[in-house]
């Protein structure tokens, strides 16, 4: 039984470190996530039915596989050729740095409001200075703010995990230069820390509204 799990996560880590480097058509990407899948599926199997996970878990990692892989092609059809597209992608990811970059001092100003308001409104309650039904519209209203905080963070996020796929495919196109790719991943990881820092805005907002005590 050990011997099963290490040649089973032995064959997850190579998969992962190779297979997916080189998922970038729809099959490609199908494939890589088929093979992780079910290599996950035989890992989170153990005393059960091995095959049946192994097939459930190829069946999930290939649909997103080929999701990921689908909407690569899609946007690099936009394009003549694969340098159009990559020069394309650089110009794209610096833009959405500073798109995430403005989003995030938009939150920091809007949760300082927020704090402010809700402390006063809270002490305005207790002494019966301000409704309940004024203090319900008061968090509506925050929540709303924070509902849209998390479409950004989610759409956000979808692109990064966008850009992470087409850092993998230039790494694999032997045409593409060093330099781009070093200039590009960089982007990547700019965007990346700025996300996490989105969601730690979204996390306080989450926290502020649940300090409305009602």
């Known amino acids: 039984m050990h011997k099963i799990k290490l040649i089973v996560s032995l064959a997850l880590i190579f998969i992962i470190t190779t297979v997916t ?9 199908a494939l890589a996530g088929g093979l992780m899948g079910a290599a996950a599926g035989a890992l989170a199997c153990q005393g059960k039915d091995r095959a049946k996970c192994m097939v459930a878990g190829a069946v999930i990692g290939g649909g997103a596989g080929y999701v990921a892989g689908k909407v690569l092609e899609k946007e690099k059809k936009k394009y003549a050729n694969d340098e159009d597209f990559y020069n394309a992608q650089i110009g794209e990811i610096a833009q959405l740095n500073k798109d995430i970059s403005t989003n995030n001092k938009d939150l920091r100003k809007s949760i300082s409001a927020v704090q402010r308001q809700i402390t006063t409104l809270m ?3 207790k002494k019966g200075q ?32 966008f850009k992470e796929k087409v850092v993998a495919e230039m790494r694999n196109n032997a045409k593409v230069k060093q330099s781009q ?25 989450a926290q502020n509204s649940s300090t409305v005590h009602l």
Do not use: H, P, R, W
Request: proline residues 0%; positive net charge.
């Open 130 to 161: 301000v409704s309940k039904e004024q203090l319900t519209a008061a968090k509506a209203t925050y929540d709303q703010k924070l509902a849209a905080a998390n479409t950004d963070l989610s759409k956000f996020k979808k692109e990064v995990e």
């Open 21 to 29: 480097g080189c998922a970038t058509t729809e099959g490609e990407g």
């Open 181 to 205: 790719i070093k200039k590009f991943q960089a982007g990547v990881d700019k965007s990346k820390s700025n996300v996490e820092k989105v969601q730690q805005n979204v996390n306080l907002m």
């Open 123 to 125: 002490a305005q309650y």
